[in-house]
């Protein structure tokens, strides 16, 4: 029975490892192939996996704390705009939309959904800050949203 046990927690301990591997490498992708210099060069940006009720399972290590936080509720909000029964393979949800998403027009939220054998199974996300968008010059500087 222990030995069973040991065996659970190595399984589970694999698992998790593969989950963390899995959204670092959509934020080093993120950064490999940013046009954004704020991503590329300062790593202003979050990754992660979500459940189907748009809880966080799994961040990348890489990223922005407040990217995280602010990625992981506008999860909740595209959920609720966009029901998972609505959703189809190939969908991309984004918006800049700073009442729902990261606080300002700079960053994008990027949600995915990830589909096996026709089925909605997770939810991948990615917050991103874009420099070039959303406001006069360089800078938040937008008078409308």
């Not at 927690?9 to 490498?25: F, G, K, N, P, Y």
């Not at 704020?38 to 809880?55: M, Y």
């Amino acid at each position: 029975m222990a030995q069973d046990s040991k065996l659970l927690s190595l399984r589970h301990q694999i698992m998790w490892d593969r989950m963390i591997a899995t959204v670092e490498e959509q934020a080093q992708t993120l950064i490999r192939t940013a046009f954004s210099n704020t991503v590329r060069e300062a790593g202003d940006l979050s990754a992660g996996v979500f459940d189907l009720k748009g809880r966080m399972i799994a961040q990348a290590v890489t990223g922005t704390p407040g990217h995280v936080n602010a990625m992981a509720a506008s999860v909740g909000h595209f959920i609720a705009k966009y029901p998972l029964k609505q959703m189809e393979e190939g969908d991309v949800y984004i918006t800049n939309d700073p009442w729902l998403a990261t606080g300002h027009l700079h960053d994008f939220t990027v949600v995915t959904p990830a589909f096996r054998d026709g089925r909605a199974v997770a939810l991948f996300a990615s917050t991103c800050h874009v420099v070039d968008v959303g406001g006069l010059g360089f800078g938040p500087d937008g008078r409308q949203v």
